[in-house]
Each structure stands twice: as C-alpha cells, then as structure tokens.
C-alpha cells in the first residue's frame, strides 16, 4: 500500500510529476497536489556547474567580482521545481530542449524552470590582464559598471607599452524584445 499526502505548495514553489503511463513530466505549482496512482515525483537532474551556481552563498551584484565561489552544504531537492531569484537590471538565458529555442528573463523576476529547460551557464573574462572563463555565473549584469584592463602593445619598433585602460559601460536592451 502507497500512501499519499496532499503537497502544499505556494506559487512561487512548485513539484515536477511524472505520468508513469505515458512518461510524461509537468511541473505543478502554486496549489495543493496529491499525486495520482499513475503518477510519481521525478527528480530534475542539472549539471554540476549548473548546480555549484544555484547553491552557491554569493549574491551576484554584491560579489561580481569574486572567481571562485563558496558552496553550502545544503542539497536541494531534486524533485522541486528549479527556482532562481534574478536580480535587478540583470537578465538570465533558459534554453528549451524540447522547443529548442531560449528565452531570455530580466530581473527582478523570478525563474521557474519547466522540465525540459535548462540555465544557460556564462563563462566571461575578469582579472588584469583579461583571461577567459575566471568568471562563472547564470547572470549577465546589464551595467552601469566600471571596468578596468591592462592592454600590451608593441610598436613597430619593437618598443613594448603597457596601457592602462578604465571605462564606464553598460548594455542597452529593448526587454520586450530581447533577441
């Protein structure tokens, strides 16, 4: 005997279900929802880099300019629908595997991920000089920032400069049509 409790859940929280007769997997939110008898909790895989960012202890405007973040020890619970706060003037790429196409979210908002989507994970260049990949995150800040490099140039002469460059940037963006 399979016994069953109703699951309350806010509308900012949710479940994945899984219909064992057909396979098919739906998020269910914002209700109370006693599971089926042809129905199961399924559990939302995400890869590890994608999971490292979501249960990271770092705020992504406060520490933008940290490389390496800390972990909590809490796991999340893998049949929960996926939730992430974006912040403001930031925005956040979720690609649809079964659709196969993106969309984009600006903060503030709140991302509730569907079974077939996934965070798009940003790899982007920090330190002086710039390098690629030090910086990992799910958000793209839209600015205004403050942004610093160090550029070497060689003349023809074969004299070797060392430029300091600082600038002020940030992105413009029609948000009801990102793309």
Do not use: C
């Amino acid at each position: 005997i399979d016994r069953r409790k109703a699951i309350p859940l806010d509308e900012n929280e949710g479940i994945y279900v899984r219909d064992t007769r057909s396979g098919k997997v739906r998020s269910v939110s914002g209700q109370a929802y006693m599971l089926q008898p042809y129905e199961e909790l399924w559990a939302k895989e995400l890869p590890a880099a994608v999971e490292a960012l979501l249960t990271a202890d770092h705020d992504p405007l406060a520490d933008r300019n940290l490389t390496a973040s800390n972990s909590r020890s809490a796991t999340r619970d893998k049949t929960e629908v996926v939730s992430y706060r974006v912040p403001h003037n930031a925005g956040v790429q979720i690609y649809d595997y079964k659709e196969k196409r993106a969309r984009i979210v600006f903060g503030p908002e709140l991302v509730l991920l569907g079974p077939d989507e996934q965070f798009t994970q940003l790899s982007l260049s920090g330190g002086k000089p710039k390098k690629a990949n030090q910086i990992r995150s799910l958000v793209l800040l839209l600015g205004p920032d403050f942004m610093t490099d160090i550029v070497t140039v060689e003349t023809s002469d074969h004299a070797r400069l060392s430029l300091t460059l600082s600038y002020n940037w940030h992105f413009e963006v029609q948000k009801e049509n990102p793309t």
